[in-house]
């Protein structure tokens, strides 16, 4: 549906696009800026979107709530076929048996960043070079049938330490190396993953630090990079937290979807992050759901526009070896609920444990239920290998001697084990 709003014979304060322009309780204006139209989301938000030929109206009525009844402006809705929350382009069925992407993160071009988004461009691990990520990844795939990996890497390495600057050439192509890597290893899925929990040095993205367009920016240039690549995904940013507004947030992600795709990755998935860490519990209550719902890609469909979330299974923190829950209860099950209803979807980016009994119980138990429910969840990717040392606490990284990789036993007995 779309919501068409007119103003009758004054001047009135018009909504900018991506604002909200109608719903339940809302209060504000109802007129869209020049070249845009009201869409219909939901009866609580509907938003300023740009007017495109699929948005062209098929009838009208007037039974739309609109923000006032004494409103000068009225909203009254109409339907366009072409106008849904498609899920997508290939949703497995609930009776599938497992998700359809498995796998995990290979860190290390994310080294150097801290939760504020400071990244010393020096931290960062050439992984490719000194821990055979890419040798890792063609393990996984070709031994153990995992088809994901996720890629975490510094917005400050990629573009040299200058936001708004061009890729820079030397740190993108260190990059690039472990990207075509993992291309070539037989995964099904390679994550692009901006590891800055939404912010640059300290300042969040478009609340006070950079611009939207900055880190549209960088999405562009890496968009034209791998637009030619389907088994790319794009990952608009790793853990974004005490975010205070998060429908100013949602507008910074959807500068990103809409440089992606008009930079002609049409076709790929892009995850969408909420707030608190991308943390699944909360996905819904801190309204991180209904913000994201309302990204749109250029046709304003939702097609592979998908859900981005993380849950460790200790005290959520995702630093000790000990878990405590298998968060079926407490997390998936209330969200799978929810994703049902709104017809999407959600990828689990991170989740993991230390190889401990304990962990071995709960991961395995926490990915048969995505399994379970594969209709709603498209996949995970466990924390972490690449880079780490044997020392760190989530350890992944698989050990190779004599031509021989053993995998680390949460790998074997739950990321893989949990999978097939």
Known sequence: MVVVAACAGMAVAQQTVWGQCAG??????????????????????SQCQPRTTATTPASANSSYPTASANSSCYSTVITS???TANGPATSPSPSSGKVTYAGVNI?????????DGTCVVSGADDIVT???AVGQM?????????????????????????????????NFGKYDKLVQGCLGSGAEMCIVDIHNYAR?????????????????????????????????VFGIMNEPHNIPDIWTWADTIQASVTAIRQAGATSQMILLPGNNYSGAASFVSSGSAAALAAITNLDLSTTNLI???????????????????????????PLASWLRQNKRMVFNSETGGGNTDSCYKYLCEQIQFLNQNADVF???????????SSGYALNEVPTLSGGTWTDQLLVSKCVVGAWK
């Open 130 to 132: 000194n821990s055979n």
């Open 107 to 115: 860190a290390g071009f994310d080294f150097g960043c801290g939760t």
């Open 378 to 388: 498209l996949g995970y990717t466990s924390w972490a290998a690449g880079g780490f």
């Open 200 to 232: 640059w040095n300290g300042k969040i993205v478009g609340q006070g630090g950079p611009s939207n367009a900055d880190l549209a920016s960088v999405w562009s240039q890496l968009a034209i990079k791998y637009a030619s690549e389907n088994k790319i």
């Open 24 to 45: 339940i309780n809302y209060s504000g204006s109802t007129a869209c800026t020049l070249g845009t139209i009201c869409v219909y989301i939901n009866n609580w938000y």
């Open 307 to 333: 859900f981005d979330v993380h849950k460790y299974l200790d005290d959520g923190s995702g630093t000790s070896i000990t878990c405590k829950t298998n968060n079926i209860d407490s997390t998936f099950r």
């Open 138 to 170: 063609e393990h996984f795939a070709k031994d153990d049938g995992l088809n994901a990996f996720r890629l975490p890497v510094g917005w400050q390495f990629l573009v040299n330490g200058v936001v708004g600057a061009p890729l820079n050439a030397t």
């Open 81 to 83: 076929s072409t106008i």
